[in-house]
């Protein structure tokens, strides 16, 4: 069935309209720790072929071209960019960043594994290093409640003064997870990713390892989210939009001369 320029406009619409929403929402979380911008990726839809190149034009000749009609474009995927974000300097110990590739590893509700990179960890009541939402850093890490300080290093090795002993002492070793395929992690709130069959398992192993990223202490990492680059995206979305919109416009002008005409 032919498509006419109605629908194809009305693809391009639909299309703009779901590419302002992902810019949306980089915009919307270009303060939020560790956020990866996406991108929306564009496809062609099907194509309808009312001549076919190479066809029989005559007994003795062929088409050199073809006659091919496009019905439209739609959103075909989104592509989160991995980029490495700005580290900023909180001061706070229980603060961590990722300073490459990798993910902290957390146990959701119902003992789901979820993984993400803001670093943003406290202590919970019974000791142990939690998300703000109380999910526990895995492997699990518990601090003693004399312990004066604490320190994390860029491997991972947890140590904490404890009061009254002259030397530090060993509390665990944060591991970080990193994925075959991390664009085929399925974002969820909060922060989280999870795994799926397109990122593959988690490969977990130590801060700093087979190009795992090291972990910065009293730092957090930034958004990857550039305002400026957004606002550009944006404007050309609504200028798209507007093409659009005016062909949608155009075309049901044609179609109400041809009526009072015909």
Known sequence: MPSSALQVARTGLEAQDQRMRVIANNLANVGTTAFKRDRANFATLAYQDARVAGADSSTETTYATGLNLGTGVAIQSTTRMETQGSLETTGNNLD??????????????????????AGNFTRSSEGQLVTSQGYALQPSITVPDNATSITISTDGTVSAQIAGQSDPTQLGQITVASFTNPGGLQASSDNFMLETAASGPA????????????????????????????????????????????????????????????
Do not use: C, W
């Open 96 to 117: 961590l960043a990722l300073d490459g590739d990798g993910y902290f590893q957390v146990q959701l509700p119902g003992g789901q594994l979820g993984y993400t990179r």
């Open 203 to 262: 490969q977990i192993g130590v801060p700093g390892e087979n190009g795992r990223g090291q972990i910065r202490q009293g730092m957090l990492e930034a958004s990857n989210v550039n305002i400026v680059e957004e606002l550009v995206d944006m404007i050309e979305t609504q200028r798209a939009y507007e093409i659009n919109s005016k062909m949608i416009s155009a075309v049901d002008q044609m179609l109400q001369n041809a009526n009072q005409t015909l």
